[in-house]
């Protein structure tokens, strides 16, 4: 029997309402999210990736369609979305979002602290994270005070601290020049390989799209192509 | 914890708001505090004064007079002042003990004859009294003292003017006895006083108790007044009193101060109401500072709330970050604000500063500052009360926010 999918989508639709004008971001979208996957959401712009990366990260809902997390139907109860994404979900933003007023390491922690992880077993994880990431030597330092990859470096060490099912990503080196998108790139691929940490990204870069291992193309809101490597 | 951190570090952000709320707070509850600690001031000096010139702590009556009119002086006196005053010596809090009546006729000098109010006193406990807080006008029963036993009297300054005596003059007192009969006494003047009010002034006598009782023809006196050691004894000792006053078949009823000294009361009522008036603008302005402070912060950091809603902070806890926020600027400001005031209210102190006489008093009073540690922390309960509330129901806009839209999608 085929294991239960991590996420699952069935003909999930998206629509946004600008006065009488209807936007269709997404319509008719059935995606399926294996365990230890390293799935691109590729396409131009404007063709909907961010808001399905959205809908993955329960940080937005479906107008239409269900979204399964671990076989479970999402539903729209605010709190049961707040746990798995507290607990299950991590997220790298474009532009990074790493807190202000916290260094390095705290920004890291955080994750931890909203899942009640204490003491020594948190500092322990931080510090995993951090060398993992390869920024152990700036853990005090403040987010405006690194560079645009070590920036994305610190998300990716938030993203991954608490063993999330699954990593999401929307345009990760978007904002980065191409050596340091591939390095993060290649840390993403290391991370998948060695820790078996499910990711999902978008990108429009070709020399990216091609190191996925399951392809979803999107226009105009549809797959036009979901192609999944041998 | 790390909320409270959070909040801490994000409202010193933006410096610059901050302080300016910071001050304001700061500027306006540290004003409140001396407007409080003047009031205090004006309270306790007041208090103290009326106690330690007029009515002691504590007044001690026949309990019929305030059942019935009396239907001659006297008629509801206390027999036995001397043994109750003895008695009320064992109250280790008990200072002073005096006798007082209060006695009205005519007073003439043989040409002219006005109505008089009097004061029969023991002229040596009545310094005393004055004495004990501050010189209250001791000076008033030297005379008096230093012709003790003799048949003297002292008067209103403008009494005195209006008879046209002099030291050294004689005047007749006439008022009718306890048993309803006239009777009158001649007396030589031997010093004259002033008091706050002319009205008063033009009115009044004070005669040593001894000649006041031949000339009533009573043992009686009109009531006792007991001084004690400290003000905050008060209620205590009158349950005490009334209790051993009870055990030992005195019918009198006690008293308090507070009860005798209207003046007090309505200054005292005065000064509360402009105080409160002024708290309310100022914590009024206290909340304006902090709703701008968090309303500004939660415009800026729309997109911060979209991450850190993404990455699983409940909205409960997303909202706990922005009211600690606003409890932590009430906290920090009233803290700057207690030492403001401490810092202003030591210079003010120090710098012996008279303000002019209020309407109706002949001397100016001191501006102090009475600083009470209750005041300070009822204050700044009040005030982080209100920075609290006042963030809180901004904050509560993220429950909300649409995360998508927080994060600022596209
Ligand atoms: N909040 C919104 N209101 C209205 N329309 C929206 C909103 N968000 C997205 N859209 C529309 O939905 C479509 C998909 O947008 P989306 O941001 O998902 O595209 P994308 O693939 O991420 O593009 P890009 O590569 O430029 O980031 C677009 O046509 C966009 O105009
Ligand atoms: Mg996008």
Same mark, same amino acid.
């Given at each position: 029997m085929k294991p239960t999918p991590l996420i699952r989508m069935q003909q999930v639709g998206k629509q946004y309402h600008l006065g009488k004008t209807v936007v269709t971001a997404l319509s008719g979208i059935?995606?399926?999210?294996?365990?230890?996957?390293?799935?691109?959401?590729?396409? &131009? !712009? *404007?063709?909907?990736?961010?808001?399905?990366?959205?809908?993955?990260?329960?940080?937005?809902?479906? &107008? !239409? *369609?269900?979204?399964?997390f671990n076989g479970e139907s999402v539903g729209d109860d605010r709190h049961k979305q707040t746990r798995i994404r507290r607990d299950s979900i991590g997220y790298i933003f474009q532009t990074f979002n790493l807190v202000p007023v916290m260094n390095v390491y705290e920004n890291v922690a955080y994750p931890l602290i909203l899942k009640g992880v204490a003491g020594s077993a948190r500092r322990e994880l931080v510090e995993r994270a951090l060398s993992q990431v390869g920024l152990s030597d700036r853990r005090k330092h403040k987010p405006r005070e690194l560079s645009g990859g070590q920036r994305q470096r610190v998300a990716i060490a938030r993203a991954i601290v608490k063993d999330p099912g699954i990593v999401l990503a929307d345009e990760p080196t978007a904002n980065l020049d191409s050596s340091t998108g591939g390095e993060i790139l290649d840390l993403m691929t290391l991370l998948n390989e060695e820790l078996g940490t499910t990711f999902v990204f978008s990108s429009h870069d070709p020399m990216i799209i091609a190191k996925a291992k399951t392809t979803v193309r999107l226009h105009d809101g549809r797959i036009e192509q979901y192609e999944v490597a041998a | 914890m790390t909320f409270l951190l959070m909040g801490f570090r994000n409202l010193f952000r933006q410096k610059r708001r901050t302080a300016t709320a910071l001050m304001v707070i700061t500027f306006g509850i540290g004003c409140l505090l001396l407007t409080m600690g003047h009031t205090a001031f004006i309270d306790w000096g007041l208090r103290e004064q009326t106690i330690h010139s007029e009515t002691g702590h504590l007044q001690l009556f026949n309990d019929r007079f305030f059942q019935k009119e009396e239907e001659t002086i006297l008629e509801f006196g206390i027999d036995d002042a001397e043994e109750i005053a003895a008695s009320l010596q064992q109250f280790l809090e008990v200072q002073l003990v005096q006798s007082r009546i209060s006695l009205m006729g005519l007073i003439s000098n043989g040409d002219k004859s006005v109505a008089f109010i009097g004061d029969a006193i023991e002229p040596e406990k009545e310094r005393q009294l004055r004495t004990m807080f501050a010189d209250n006008g001791s000076a008033r029963f030297d005379s008096l003292i230093v012709h003790r036993g003799e048949e003297v009297i002292s008067l209103g300054a403008a009494l005195a003017r209006s008879l046209n005596v002099q030291y050294g003059d004689w005047v007749t007192l006439m008022t009718s006895t306890v048993d309803g009969a006239l009777n009158a006494v001649d007396l030589r003047v031997v010093d004259t006083f002033r008091d706050g009010t002319v009205e008063y002034e033009k009115r009044a006598v004070n005669i040593p108790l001894p000649v006041a009782r031949r000339l009533l023809m009573t043992d009686r006196v009109g009531k006792l007044i007991v001084t004690l050691d400290k003000t905050e004894h008060t209620l205590v000792l009158r349950d005490r009193i009334i209790t051993w006053a009870a055990e030992n078949g005195y019918g009198l009823t006690v008293k308090t101060w507070k009860e005798q000294a209207a003046y007090y009361r309505q200054v005292v009522q005065f000064f509360r109401q402009i105080t409160g008036f002024i708290s309310l603008i100022l914590l009024i302005i206290v909340f304006f500072a902090s709703v701008n402070t968090i309303v500004m912060a939660l415009v800026e950091r729309t997109r911060e709330i979209g991450t850190l809603l993404s990455?699983?902070?409940?909205?409960?806890?997303?909202?706990?970050?922005?009211?600690?926020?606003g409890l932590l600027l009430g906290l920090i400001g009233s803290v700057l604000a207690t030492l403001f005031a401490l810092a202003v209210s030591a210079l003010v102190n120090g710098a012996d500063?008279?303000?002019?006489?209020?309407?109706?008093?002949?001397?100016?009073?001191?501006?102090?500052?009475?600083?009470?540690?209750?005041?300070?922390v009822r204050v700044a309960a009040a005030t982080v009360v209100a920075s609290g509330f006042s963030s809180l129901l901004p904050a509560l806009r993220v429950t909300r926010m649409k995360i998508v839209d927080a994060l600022g999608h596209i």
């Open positions: 059935d995606i399926s999210i294996e365990h230890r996957d390293f799935m691109v959401i590729a396409g &131009t !712009s *404007g063709s909907g990736k961010t808001t399905l990366l959205n809908l993955l990260g329960l940080i937005d809902s479906p &107008t !239409s *369609g269900t979204i399964f | 990455v699983g902070t409940s909205r409960a806890q997303t909202v706990m970050m922005f009211w600690c926020e500063i008279m303000l002019p006489p209020a309407p109706g008093s002949s001397s100016g009073y001191p501006l102090s500052i009475r600083n009470e540690f209750a005041v300070f």
